[in-house]
C-alpha cells in the first residue's frame, strides 16, 4: 500500500513514537528538572467536586443517580509521587493522553508504568477524561496491567481503574476484569495495598446492582477476610456488603454464606464505631430486603452456619439489645431503629 495515504500511516506512527519518547522523557526526567513532590489526585464524583466518603451508612455506599459519592480512590498511606512535569493541577488532553496510553502499553520498564499509571489514574479523576480513556481505548490497555507481576504496578492499575469506574458508560467494559479482581483479592496477601485496591474497585463496581451478581461465589470470601483482615480491611469488606445488603436479588445469596460465628463479636461494645454502625446496618438492610410489602418473604432453608442462623439466633439479639445503652449517640440510634425487628 504505497503512495500518499501508506506516507500518512508512517507519519502518523512516527508521530505518535515521538510523542511517547517524549512522554518517557516527561516521567523519568522530570524529577530531576523540579524535584518536587506531587501527592496523588484523587477521584471526583461524576457531577461535582473531589469525594471521599462511602456515602450515608444506611444506604448504599455511593449511588450516582441519588447524588451520592464514590469511594475513595488511592490509598492513603505511601503514596509515590507524580513525576510529570506541570503543576499538580495540569489535566492531559486527549492527544496527551493518547500518547500516554501508548507508553503504558509499549513499555516493559515497570517504574515507567506505575508512574504512567499514577498519572492516568490522577486525570481519570476528571469526568471529561474518564470518557476520552474509554473512547481512546484505554480501559483494555489498563485492564491488562493488574495481571502484572510487580504488586506496586498491579495496585496503581487497579486504582486506576478505581477511578475510571465512576462512569458507569466504563463500568460496562470494567466488568470483565471482576472475577480476577476477586481473585487476587482473597487469594493474595491478607491486609496488602493490592487487596485494599481491589475491594476499593470492587465497591464502586457494585454501587448499582447492574454488576452484583458477580459476586455471588465470592461472598463467603468476603466474610472471611472481614474476620480475619485488620480494621482497614474490615471497613472495606463491609463497604461492599452494604452495597450487596441494599439489593433483595442478593439477599438469600448473603444468607446462606458460611460465615463463622466469631462475626457476631463484631457486634460487641467495644468494637470501633466505624465497624459497628456499618454491621448493624448490615443487620438492618438484609432485614428490609427480607420484607415485601410489610410481610416477610418466603424464606428457603438455610443451613446451620450459616449467616442467617447468626444474625437470627438469641445470641445476636442479645448483643444488638446491649447496645442500646451504648456511650455513642449515634451507635444508640441506629440500635433504636433496629431492636423492633430483633
Not at 448483643?319 to 425487628?341: F, G, S
Request: include cysteine; charged fraction near 20%.
Amino acid at each position: 500500500m504505497g503512495g500518499p495515504r501508506g506516507a500518512g500511516w508512517v507519519a502518523a506512527g512516527l508521530l505518535l513514537g515521538a510523542g511517547a519518547c517524549y512522554c518517557i522523557y516527561r516521567l523519568t526526567g522530570g524529577r530531576r528538572r523540579g524535584d518536587r513532590e506531587l501527592g496523588i489526585r484523587p477521584s471526583k464524583p461524576a457531577g461535582g467536586s473531589a469525594g471521599t466518603s462511602e456515602g450515608q451508612l444506611c444506604g448504599r455506599s455511593a449511588r450516582p443517580q441519588r447524588g451520592g459519592t464514590w469511594e475513595s480512590q488511592w490509598s492513603k498511606t505511601s503514596q509515590p509521587e507524580d513525576l510529570t512535569v506541570g503543576s499538580y493541577d495540569d489535566v492531559l488532553n486527549a492527544e496527551q493522553l493518547q500518547k500516554l496510553l501508548y507508553l503504558l502499553e509499549s513499555t516493559e520498564d515497570p517504574v515507567i508504568i506505575e508512574r504512567a499509571l499514577i498519572t492516568l489514574g490522577n486525570n481519570a479523576a476528571f469526568s471529561v477524561n474518564q470518557a476520552i480513556i474509554r473512547e481512546l481505548g484505554g480501559i483494555p490497555i489498563v485492564g491488562n496491567k493488574i495481571n502484572h507481576s510487580n504488586q506496586s504496578v498491579k495496585e496503581k492499575a487497579l486504582n486506576a481503574l478505581n477511578n475510571l469506574s465512576v462512569n458507569v458508560e466504563n463500568q460496562i467494559k470494567i466488568k470483565i476484569y471482576i472475577n480476577q479482581v476477586c481473585e487476587d483479592v482473597f487469594s493474595g496477601p491478607l491486609n496488602s495495598a493490592v487487596q485494599l485496591a481491589g475491594l476499593r474497585l470492587l465497591t464502586n463496581m457494585t454501587v448499582t446492582n447492574d454488576h452484583q451478581h458477580m459476586l455471588h461465589s465470592y461472598i463467603t470470601d468476603l466474610f472471611q477476610v472481614l474476620l480475619t483482615g485488620n480494621g482497614n480491611t474490615k471497613v472495606q469488606v463491609l463497604k461492599l456488603l452494604l452495597n450487596l445488603s441494599e439489593n433483595p436479588a442478593m439477599t438469600e445469596g448473603l444468607l446462606r454464606a458460611q460465615v463463622d460465628s466469631s462475626f457476631l463479636s463484631l457486634y460487641d461494645s467495644h468494637v470501633a464505631k466505624e465497624i459497628l454502625l456499618r454491621v448493624l446496618t448490615l443487620f438492618q438492610n438484609i432485614n428490609n430486603c427480607l420484607k415485601i410489602e410489610g410481610h416477610l418473604a418466603v424464606q428457603p432453608t438455610f443451613t446451620e452456619g450459616s449467616l442467617f442462623f447468626l444474625l437470627h439466633g438469641e445470641e445476636c439479639a442479645q448483643k444488638i439489645r446491649a447496645l442500646v445503652d451504648h456511650h455513642d449517640a449515634e451507635v444508640k440510634e441506629k440500635v433504636v431503629t433496629i431492636i423492633p425487628k430483633v
